[in-house]
Protein backbone atom coordinates (compact mmCIF):
# COMPACT_ATOMS: atom_id res chain seq x y z
CA UNK A 1 0.00 0.00 0.00
CA UNK A 2 1.30 3.32 -0.97
CA UNK A 3 1.26 5.98 1.37
CA UNK A 4 2.68 9.74 3.09
CA UNK A 5 3.62 9.25 6.05
CA UNK A 6 6.80 10.58 8.59
CA UNK A 7 9.57 9.07 8.58
CA UNK A 8 12.47 9.03 10.74
CA UNK A 9 15.99 8.13 8.19
CA UNK A 10 19.28 7.59 9.04
CA UNK A 11 21.80 9.32 6.42
CA UNK A 12 25.62 8.01 6.47
CA UNK A 13 28.09 9.45 4.58
CA UNK A 14 25.18 10.88 2.49
CA UNK A 15 23.62 7.37 1.89
CA UNK A 16 20.19 6.44 3.29
CA UNK A 17 20.78 3.58 5.53
CA UNK A 18 17.68 2.82 8.03
CA UNK A 19 13.93 4.29 7.96
CA UNK A 20 11.27 3.92 10.58
CA UNK A 21 7.96 5.23 10.68
CA UNK A 22 6.90 7.34 13.03
CA UNK A 23 2.86 8.84 13.75
CA UNK A 24 3.62 11.92 14.32
CA UNK A 25 6.06 14.82 13.58
CA UNK A 26 6.50 14.92 17.31
CA UNK A 27 7.44 12.19 17.74
CA UNK A 28 10.14 11.60 14.84
CA UNK A 29 11.60 14.97 16.06
CA UNK A 30 11.97 13.51 19.92
CA UNK A 31 13.80 10.24 18.83
CA UNK A 32 15.91 12.19 16.02
CA UNK A 33 17.28 14.27 19.29
CA UNK A 34 17.91 10.84 21.24
CA UNK A 35 19.72 9.18 18.53
CA UNK A 36 21.77 12.36 17.61
CA UNK A 37 23.36 12.06 21.14
CA UNK A 38 24.11 8.65 21.09
CA UNK A 39 25.66 8.52 17.70
CA UNK A 40 28.78 9.69 16.16
CA UNK A 41 29.36 12.44 13.54
CA UNK A 42 29.57 10.35 10.58
CA UNK A 43 25.62 9.44 11.18
CA UNK A 44 22.72 12.35 10.37
CA UNK A 45 19.51 11.67 11.39
CA UNK A 46 16.38 13.65 9.15
CA UNK A 47 12.38 13.83 9.92
CA UNK A 48 10.21 14.24 7.11
CA UNK A 49 7.11 13.22 5.12
CA UNK A 50 7.71 10.60 2.43
CA UNK A 51 5.85 8.52 0.36
CA UNK A 52 6.48 4.94 0.70
CA UNK A 53 5.04 1.30 0.42
CA UNK A 54 3.65 0.21 3.65
CA UNK A 55 2.95 -2.83 5.74
CA UNK A 56 0.63 -3.19 7.96
CA UNK A 57 2.20 -5.42 10.75
CA UNK A 58 -0.12 -7.91 12.96
CA UNK A 59 -0.26 -5.77 16.15
CA UNK A 60 -1.42 -2.93 13.95
CA UNK A 61 1.27 -0.56 13.49
CA UNK A 62 2.89 0.24 10.15
CA UNK A 63 6.19 -0.28 8.87
CA UNK A 64 7.58 1.21 5.88
CA UNK A 65 9.02 -1.26 2.72
CA UNK A 66 10.35 1.08 0.67
CA UNK A 67 10.55 4.95 0.43
CA UNK A 68 9.56 5.91 -3.15
CA UNK A 69 10.40 9.51 -2.91
CA UNK A 70 10.85 12.45 -0.41
CA UNK A 71 8.97 15.95 -0.29
Request: contains cysteine; positive net charge.
Amino acid sequence: MIETVIALCMFMHGELKEHKHQTTIHECLMKKRVAERNSGDLIRYSCGEVKADIKINNDGTKSIKKIINSK
